[in-house]
């Protein structure tokens, strides 16, 4: 997200999000006004699970598409088409319109990414060190979230090294297709594209990120509403019920290391008649960065490695033993220069069932990315 030219000279230049929507490199001017860029991204997964090999495979994962065009002085508009597995899902992740008010107020509306913990404004695989994003992000808060919305976003500077930033939006929230649309149970992503309001009534999502040193940053996240239709045609044809999340996201660096992570939490209102929906789900993860070896390679003098250790843990019912998966991964990558990335990484999963059964896998992955 680009701040505006009075907000920038405050503080020494930094990205609204660090691999955000406005901190896309190689964005290139085509014609008139727009610029254009993009990322690919390709796989090759080989996993097993209880000795059995679940997958081996290459994978043509994302090949994404943005635009950015400054209309005029305060308006701009900015969009993002993914298209994955070969274009079998088509998405129009992004597409929003800002009109600055304010060095610290700028409109927003349109389908927006909701700030619902760092990483779902900051995913772009080039970015990201691991080959996987995290399961809390994918399988329990339902990464790439994107909602239709407007609202308000902005930044404060109290002092020359520390900032706060806001962003809050109304939006259409998600479908009863988080209890539904799954069968393994409740599952807040099967929720997701809810374009035209199930319920005419809207839900919230805003983030607020404290930075106090340029190196750290911790953000707390909401997302509340109704996700069930209630009412038709004026008649009450249900119970109102509610979905909240809340998440915690934390960034910082020192040196040549980096750790960051997030914990989401989320409760909904299940019908009181059934018990086969849970009504409380959690999960993390935390991840260690090391970064070594810049120049190491004499004929890339930008190129750099990264060592990558992530543990993360979901829970899909927290009120009882079962349905939760577990997964440790170690990485190694290698970075030609910035935006150019190949990674090798190894994961352990440990899964439970409903029943509290157990299933242990493995998985060894080798991928390419590259913004352009």
């Not at 209309?71 to 993002?80: I, K, N, T, Y």
């Not at 170690?330 to 439970?352: A, M, S």
Request: net charge negative.
């Amino acid at each position: 997200m680009l701040l505006a030219p009075a907000a920038q000279a405050q503080v020494p230049e930094r990205p609204f999000v660090k691999g955000g929507m406005g901190d896309k490199p190689f964005i290139t001017r085509a014609s008139g006004r727009t610029s254009i860029g993009g990322y690919a991204e390709v796989h090759f997964r080989y996993e097993r699970e209880d000795g059995v090999t679940e997958e081996l495979t290459f994978a043509p994962e994302r090949f994404n598409l943005f635009t950015y065009t400054p209309v005029s002085e305060r308006v701009r508009v900015a969009a993002e088409l993914e298209f994955e597995e070969g274009g079998e899902e088509i998405k129009l992740e992004i597409a929003a319109l800002d009109f600055e008010l304010h060095p610290a107020l700028t409109f927003r509306g349109g389908i927006i990414l909701s700030p619902l913990g760092r990483f779902n404004l900051a995913h772009d695989s080039p970015a990201n060190d691991l080959t996987d994003r995290p399961l809390v992000s994918t399988e329990l808060l339902g990464t790439t979230l994107s909602e239709a919305g407007m609202g308000f976003y902005g930044a404060f500077f109290p002092t020359a090294r520390s900032r706060f930033t806001y962003e809050v939006y109304g939006v259409n929230g998600l479908g009863e297709e988080v209890l539904t649309g799954d069968p393994a149970g409740t599952r807040v992503p099967a929720g997701r594209g809810n374009f035209e309001n199930n319920n005419n009534h809207p839900s919230w999502v805003g983030r607020l990120g404290i930075s106090p040193v340029p190196t750290l940053e911790v953000g707390l996240s909401a997302h509340t509403g109704p996700y069930n239709t209630w009412m038709a045609d004026g008649l009450r044809i249900d119970e109102r019920r509610d979905l909240s999340i809340w998440v915690v996201d934390w960034e910082g660096s020192w040196q040549r290391f980096e750790v960051l992570g997030e914990y989401g939490r989320i409760s909904l209102d299940v019908p009181a008649e059934s018990a086969l929906f849970a009504d409380s789900q959690q999960g993390f993860y935390l991840q260690l960065n090391s970064h070594w070896g810049r120049g190491l390679v004499k004929a890339l003098p930008a190129s750099a490695f990264t060592g990558v250790a992530r543990g993360e843990v979901v829970d899909f019912d927290a009120d009882q033993d079962g349905d939760s998966q577990r997964r440790l991964t170690l990485g190694l990558n290698f970075r030609p220069e910035e935006d150019t990335v190949f990674k090798l990484d190894y994961q352990r999963n440990w899964n439970r069932d409903a029943f509290n059964n157990q299933t242990q896998g493995a998985a060894l992955l080798l991928s390419a990315a590259t913004y352009f």
